[in-house]
């Protein structure tokens, strides 16, 4: 289910052991974001904050764990994820 009016912000905000839905990437370095791209960092891909320091972040994406930088953090903007089953029917 879609929910549309939730807050977009970088993932370096993000909260550890949350998860998010990735929006956009807005880095500039065109290599940097194909890479990103390529190993699943697209609209719509679920994202998992595992643990995080003042360097970064390591997160899980696809099965796998990845470290990132605050500049890559920094530029992955995401919204909250919600599961259908927390949602309440109103």
Same mark, same amino acid.
């Given at each position: 289910?879609? /929910? %549309?009016?939730?807050? !977009? ?7 550890? *052991?949350?998860?998010?839905? #990735? ?18 960092? /697209? %609209?719509?891909?679920? !994202? ?7 360097? *970064?972040?390591?997160?899980? #994406? ?29």
């Amino acid at each position: 289910m879609e /929910i %549309s009016h939730l807050p !977009i912000f970088p993932l370096e905000y993000g909260k550890n *052991g949350e998860s998010y839905v #990735i929006e956009r990437l807005t880095m500039q370095d065109a290599k940097v974001k194909a890479h990103l791209h390529d190993i699943g960092f /697209i %609209s719509g891909a679920i !994202i998992s904050v595992e643990s995080m320091n003042r360097q *970064g972040m390591i997160v899980k #994406i696809n099965d796998s764990r990845l470290a990132l930088d605050r500049y890559i953090c920094n530029n992955i903007y995401v919204k909250e994820y919600i599961k259908e089953d927390d949602i309440v029917e109103r």
